[in-house]
């Protein structure tokens, strides 16, 4: 099957403080996006590519893209809301027969484990979503200063890349948007199709705030001194 991931990279540097788009930032001497469509390019090879970002970083995202032998890398400009971006990346290519995943752009500590991993389950049940367990504790707020707690044994935090057969998710995103969507296995459930969550990975962080970056940089340096230890080579 057709390997096809849509990257969505539209955030900006608010909560970063900075004036930069967060994936453009750098960690280890390269932007966050580099190292997010190296994860996935080291995946697979035959892996096609569409990066989902604002039409005033369209140049600094090609400019990345141009870095790599890879000639299924494309481009297109999000919208207003993920589910629009993710839709306009989704409509890029012709996607018969194929396994998409949606990922987060700022996730840059993605494995190509991870995306393997999501690719074979898709392929076998429709959906993989990736999914770690909490760790603290949860509560949940009632409104009027009162909460409850919840089992956090049953919690699970989610993740991307969220992956799923082309015949899934496609007609799921025709669905109108609805403000309860917020990520793409709320649309895929309310089109009325099961959700198969996967283990995922902690080090997968969203990178969001400068705290992010140096937990990022601190991972990717011990990944480095793993690989020279090992001589792994890609």
């Known amino acids: ?5 849509v990257i969505v990279a539209g955030g900006s540097g608010q909560r970063m403080g900075v004036p930069t788009p967060k994936q453009f930032l750098e960690v280890n001497g ?3 996006l580099w190292h997010t469509i190296t ?5 697979f090879a035959d892996i096609e590519l569409v ?11 090609k400019q990345i893209a141009s870095l790599f032998s890879s000639a299924n890398i494309h481009f297109t400009i999000g919208g207003a809301t993920r589910f629009y971006s993710v839709q306009k990346g989704l409509q890029y290519l012709d996607t ?13 500590l993605i494995t190509p484990d991870l995306i393997k ?26 409104g009027n200063e009162n909460s409850v707690v919840a089992d956090r044994n049953r919690v699970r935090i989610i993740q991307t890349p969220q992956t799923f057969k082309a015949e899934i998710l496609m007609p799921a995103f025709e669905e109108e948007y609805s403000d309860s969507f917020t990520d793409e296995a709320t649309v895929v459930e309310a089109f009325g199709e099961k959700i198969f969550l996967i283990d995922g990975e902690y080090n997968n962080l969203k990178i969001t705030r400068p ?13 480095d001194l793993t690989r020279k230890d090992t001589n792994f080579t890609f």
């Open 39 to 43: 994860a996935f390019l080291q995946a």
């Open 96 to 108: 018969t027969n194929s396994i998409l995943f949606v990922h987060d752009g700022v996730r840059c």
């Open 1 to 5: 099957m057709k390997k096809i991931a």
């Open 211 to 223: 705290i992010d970056l140096l937990i990022a940089e601190k991972i990717m340096e011990e990944r």
């Open 117 to 142: 991993r999501c690719y074979l389950q898709a392929v076998e049940k429709g959906s993989a979503i990736p999914a770690v367990a909490a760790t603290d504790s949860i509560r949940i707020d009632t």
């Open 51 to 61: 990066i989902v970002l604002p039409e005033t970083h369209l140049d600094a995202g």
């Open 30 to 32: 390269k932007p966050l």
